[in-house]
């Protein structure tokens, strides 16, 4: 298998495998301290609203219903956490990806906080860094926590995936 085909294969891994424990935590969170979470149907609307020109909202709870905006919304997520795992091993090189260490790692998860700060989030109508919800502070720091343990879920996916390559 060449080299493109390993970092892809290892993304999705990586990727799956991060995202889904980010979807652990703020499942955990939900469940324990009643802290809210994106609908990911909403995302899905607004994926849903592109393809007619609409890639902004004033608030896309109100926007119209699209044909399965909750698939849509649940692709977008993993895709894009397949698509940070990709950036962060090709960057990483091969031998980081046979033995991956937590910084990097870490690091990714906290510099993807930007995405939905300056795209999601104001695309949705929530503002740049959800200063247009009740709390911007409390959400800020919510997305924060949320993507470092998205790095964590890196980590624990890059080692996953370098076992799966035949790694370390």
């Not at 799956?16 to 009643?34: G, K």
Request: glycine letters at 12%; hydrophobic letters at 55%; charged letters at 10%.
């Amino acid at each position: 298998m060449d080299e493109a085909a390993i970092v892809l294969l290892q993304a999705v891994v990586a990727g799956i495998v991060a995202t889904a424990l980010l979807d652990l935590w703020t499942a955990a969170l939900r469940r324990l301290a009643s802290v809210p979470s994106l609908d990911w149907a909403l995302a899905g609307r607004w994926i849903g609203h592109m393809r007619h020109g609409r890639f902004a909202h004033d608030a896309i709870a109100r926007a119209t219903p699209v044909r399965g905006e909750r698939m849509l919304g649940w692709g977008l997520h993993y895709a894009t956490g397949i698509a940070f795992a990709g950036v962060l091993l090709a960057v990483m090189g091969p031998a980081w990806r046979q033995a991956p260490t937590l910084l990097p790692c870490v690091a990714m998860g906290l510099a993807t906080v930007v995405v939905p700060f300056v795209l999601m989030q104001p695309a949705l109508g929530l503002g740049i860094a959800a200063s247009r919800t009740p709390s911007p502070g409390r959400a800020r720091m919510r997305s924060l926590s949320t993507h470092g343990v998205f790095g964590l879920g890196l980590y624990a996916g890059a080692w996953t995936a370098s076992a799966l390559a035949g790694g370390s």
